[in-house]
């Protein structure tokens, strides 16, 4: 099932939380929806999800419009809220058969799907127990296994690596693209690392506003305009180094990578390389250069570029 949202803008009193964004995920693809607190990700996948509507535009889910069969289109939507609410006395079995009849799974099939979402889920040494007793990593596996318990078409997923250890975020990030083969999922994150290891495609928004849209190498050949080296030079007084590099006709930038040793990074002007200017600079003053070498943009430089305007 496609999620199309066409130009919806969403106001709280005089401020719009969300403001004329439209983008579109595919049946299959896995979109990470990324930007810095309060640009509005919570409150578009808030109104995705029909917890409410937006004041303007409309979203459709598998062709179904939020506005108009806004219960069609719940029941095509397994979500996991970015806090996972769970009640947390209750037996990791008991919740899920609760959140089954919640779903309007059949009574006949409740039972496969519980023991289904244990495999899946990976809480097969855990369904025993209280959700309260388990670790935060297992508590995010009750919360997929209950966004997954009726079998929906897409699921939206806000945060579902927040306060995991290293070790958990890799099992979920792989569990996310396991399930991701079958579904569309939209998923929010401030990990940009486990965005772009997970995710098919990155969504940024900032301020309310849609401001980029494609995969993280797309992204980062927009932004690869500006050449950066990591320039290591010995042979002279560092501060010296730092001048001289800063002097040259094609460097807008040089800053000092570590305290200690002779080693900068070298931003040059927009379109243009300072490679053999630094060459020939430490040729002209004997110094030694052992290392040029080019900087590959990252995706969180990326994200810096475009929410720090």
């Known amino acids: 099932m496609d999620i199309v949202v066409q130009n919806i803008t969403k106001k709280f009193g005089a401020q719009k939380?969300?403001?004329?964004?439209?983008f579109t995920v595919k049946t299959g693809e896995i979109v990470g929806f990324l930007g810095p607190n309060g640009a509005g990700k919570t409150t578009t996948m808030k109104a995705i999800t029909c917890f409410f509507m937006p004041n303007e535009g409309n979203i459709t889910v598998g062709g179904y419009s939020i506005r108009e069969n806004p219960e069609e289109v719940k029941k095509n939507i397994g979500y996991l809220p970015e806090n996972n609410p769970l009640y947390r006395e209750m037996?990791?079995?008991d919740y899920l058969h609760f959140m089954a009849e919640l779903q309007g799974v059949p009574d006949g099939s409740i039972?496969?799907?519980?023991?289904?979402?244990?495999?899946?889920?990976g809480l097969e040494g855990e369904k025993h127990k209280k959700i309260g007793e388990l670790s935060k990593g297992y508590q995010q596996r009750v919360g997929l296994?209950?966004?997954l318990i009726h079998n929906p078409k897409v699921l939206v997923l806000d945060e579902?690596?927040?306060?995991?250890d290293p070790n958990q975020i890799i099992e979920i990030r792989d569990l996310i693209r396991k399930i991701g083969q079958e579904k569309t999922v939209i998923l929010s994150s401030h990990i940009l690392a486990e965005v772009e290891a997970t995710c098919d495609r990155v969504v940024i928004i900032n301020k309310g506003k849609i401001v980029a849209d494609g995969t993280s190498a797309e992204l980062r050949k927009q932004s690869?305009?500006?050449e950066i080296l990591k320039v290591t030079i010995e042979g002279g007084n560092r501060n010296e180094v730092f001048k001289a590099l800063q002097s040259l006709e094609n460097v807008q930038m040089v800053d000092f990578i570590s305290k200690s040793d002779s080693s900068f990074e070298v931003q040059s002007k927009p379109d243009t390389s300072s490679r053999r200017d630094v060459f020939q600079l430490c040729v002209k003053k004997g110094w030694d250069l052992t290392e040029l070498t080019p900087t590959e943009t990252k995706l969180e430089d990326v994200f810096r570029e475009l929410t720090l305007k």
């Open 111 to 121: 039972r496969e799907r519980i023991l289904e979402m244990v495999n899946v889920c």
């Open 17 to 22: 939380a969300v403001d004329d964004v439209s």
């Open 145 to 147: 296994a209950q966004a």
């Open 160 to 164: 579902p690596t927040s306060g995991l």
């Open 224 to 226: 690869q305009g500006r």
């Open 91 to 93: 037996p990791v079995i």
